[in-house]
C-alpha cells in the first residue's frame, strides 16, 4: 500500500543538495521507525538512511555518510548535500507502524515494513 508520499526529488548539478521529505496520509509517522532507500534500473533497492521510533539511532550507507541528514524534529525528511551523479536514483521512504525496539537497519527487506512511499526521481548531472 503507497500510504507515504515523498517529495522534494529534482534535478540538481553535481555539489548541489535536494531535501527529500517523507509524509504520510491518514497517520502519524511519530514513533515510527523510518527507512531511505534508493533504486536505479537494474539494481536492487539500497539503503540509504533509516532513523529510529524515538530519533535516537541514525544509520547512514557509507556512499552518503558525511553528506546526506536525517531529522524528525520538524517533519521527517533528509537533506542531500554535495550531491554527485552516483546518487542518481528513484528514493524511497518507508516505515514500520509497531517498532519492537528503539531501532533501525540499512538491510533492505521489503516486508519488514508496514508502509511505503510511490518515490522521488533525484538526477545528479552536469
Known amino acids: 500500500q503507497l500510504q507515504l508520499v515523498e517529495s522534494g526529488g529534482g534535478l540538481v548539478q553535481p555539489g548541489g543538495s535536494l531535501r527529500l521529505s517523507c509524509a504520510a496520509s491518514?497517520?502519524?509517522?511519530?514513533?515510527?521507525?523510518i527507512g531511505w532507500f534508493r533504486q536505479v534500473p537494474g539494481k536492487e533497492r539500497e539503503g540509504v538512511s533509516c532513523?529510529?521510533?524515538?530519533?535516537k539511532v541514525t544509520k547512514y550507507a557509507d556512499s552518503v555518510k558525511g553528506r546526506f541528514t536525517l531529522s524528525r524534529d520538524n517533519g521527517m525528511y533528509m537533506q542531500m548535500d554535495s550531491l554527485l551523479p552516483e546518487d542518481t536514483a528513484v528514493y524511497y521512504c518507508?516505515?514500520?507502524?509497531?517498532?519492537?525496539?528503539?531501532?533501525?537497519?540499512?538491510?533492505?527487506?521489503?516486508?519488514?515494513?508496514?508502509?511505503w512511499g510511490q518515490g522521488t526521481q533525484v538526477t545528479v548531472s552536469s
Open positions: 518507508a516505515a514500520v507502524r509497531t517498532p519492537l525496539v528503539d531501532f533501525c537497519t540499512l538491510r533492505f527487506n521489503r516486508q519488514r515494513y508496514d508502509y
Open positions: 491518514g497517520f502519524t509517522l511519530d514513533y515510527k521507525e
Open positions: 532513523i529510529s521510533s524515538s530519533g
